[in-house]
């Protein structure tokens, strides 16, 4: 159970709510575990643990029980409840059922090593460090950092040889008492998560439909969205989104533009912070990387080696950008980033070169399939930024993407007996790399461009056809969504995270792309696995999962180096379920279209409180699948 306010995190590993060092439990900030042990004891007993449950992102639940009076018999009269949040602080408080006044002690011992986050998880935290008694509750020190805790109310007793702090409490018949501990690091306040400050950057959008797991799920991805909101060290009030807790919760440029993209129907605030924190990162001296943003080497695929040192998040900021504007981005925002795309966008066609093909991560690197879909859509969506704001170089960029369309229709297409595939990549001597995963699906995610019109496929129609067919197979939908790479290929791994497990971000690409290109019933199978996996992770979607095929009565298997909450899998709840609406708006042009998924697979679907052009903005699918708008900016006409 992984409570999140970045930068806090409070991990517990159990329903007893008990601290014990174990794994990677404690309070968290900033990757350091300021609190790795807090064992409570009432009358001399640990409490019994009844019910552990997440109650936001941010915090969870536990609740135990004590028999506290000697003849209370076989029920508790005491109820332990404990709320711990992800910003440092737990609540414990005790509820008396019994007939008579009760005076119990309560104990909390403490102990931390002050470790960090990777030390933790790789079993190097080292030893706990010795505690000394501070103000109204202990604090410890290392070379490394200082932590303390303090309550409210002051403990009656503290012994800093065992962390153990004390409190007799006194309980009338049916009252209650509440001690509240306070984890910081020393001289730091509690501060703020960045999730929580005034002004949130992402609307509370509702679901309600048929399904009753809509609600939960948009709920619960947004509140995931906003435990994962960070703070641009430059520049304070932009945020942008972690990529995920507990392992990635520093800057993951490509994760973080990808995000915001998907979660555009929930306002455009997040795209222009997220967009004007990534701007200052990309490099501005002269030569080949010119207009690149940064980004880590990554696994990407089997047999094939690490890449994106920036790649994806470059070709994706002028797509945001582009897309942003469609949605309602300010006008004097676009222009302010407007230079920042063009950067992007010449640093794309200086990579290119005289070719057609963008390699990746560099020059003299392989020429992967999702890698060109990436480009494509950039040239292709830039061209038509540029174009509106009278900016050299559209159709440059057009002129490249129509030849990359007609050279990729024939290089990257492999026929077989079953009616062909895409190459997942050209090597450099030109040898295509046949497996089939869910990378392909990129191929469907063309863009947004005008009058709720989607840009060109790199793919014809009859490529197109084939590949919805394989994407809604047997070899790549496991029932639970879709795996990265077809059960029948030679190195299939259910938790391989780029050999066989299902993603969650791609599963939603191809079911958006799937539905955008007429294939409703693959769309509908991709989408109902995901959300009977996410009603069994309790709506909080990790990024990947086993792609073991489902079967009756089985529950999806947990992936244990996934990040949960994951930015790109609580994006992709909303992606999905935008999908189904066919939300298509144009807001420089003053038009929404509307393009359901006419199969209506989950029957009658409203979404309430989205964002379109800064306003609110409610749609109802029929369970015929017909939308309607029921709330809308006045200056919005439904276009055709």
Known sequence: ?????????????????????????????????????????????????????????????????????PDAGPDPDVVVERIRHADGTERITLHSSAPRPLRLPLEVALATDLAELGAVASGNAGPEVPATVHDAGMRWSSPTGHAVVTTTPAPMDALASAGLLRWEIDLPPGGSCTVELKVRADGA?????????????LAPARAHGDDPRVGPLLRTCIDDLQALLVRDPAHPPDVYLAAGAPWRCGPAPAEALAAARMALPLGTRLAGSTLRALARTQQAE????????????????????????????TLLFPVLLAEARRWGLA????????????????????????????????????????????AHRAAVLGADLLDAYDRAGGAELRQWAEELRRRFRQDFWIEDRGGGRPAAARTVDGRPVPYLGSSAAHLLDTGLLGAGVHAPSLLDKVQTEQLARLLGGPGLDSGWGLRTLGVKEALYNPFGHRGGAVRVQETAVAVAGLAVAGYEKEAASLLGGVLAAAEAFGYRLPEMYAGEQRVEGATPLPHPAACRPAAVAAAAGVHLLATLAGIRPDVPAGTVTLSPVRSAPLGELGLTGMRVGGHAFSVRVSRLGLAMVEEAADTLQLGV
């Open 1 to 69: 159970m992984i409570c999140v306010a970045l930068p806090g995190l409070a991990i517990s590993s159990d329903e007893e709510g008990q601290l014990t060092a174990r794994g990677l439990e404690g309070f968290y900030r900033g990757g350091r575990r300021l609190l790795s042990r807090c064992q409570i004891r009432v009358a001399g007993r640990e409490p019994l643990a009844v019910q552990a449950r997440m109650v936001a992102a941010d915090r969870a639940r536990f609740v135990a029980t004590v028999r506290a009076a």
């Open 189 to 201: 306040g509690l501060g703020r998560a960045a999730g929580h400050g005034a002004v949130r950057p």
């Open 286 to 313: 002269p030569g080949g990387d010119f207009g690149r943003l940064p980004g880590p080497l990554r696994h990407m695929g089997t047999g094939l080696p690490p890449s994106c040192t920036g790649i994806e998040a």
């Open 331 to 374: 006008e004097q925002e676009v222009v302010e980033l407007l230079p920042a795309a063009e950067r992007c966008l010449q640093w794309l066609r200086t990579a290119v070169r005289e070719g057609p093909y963008l390699p990746d991560p560099g020059p003299g690197g392989p020429l992967r399939c999702e890698t060109q879909a990436h």
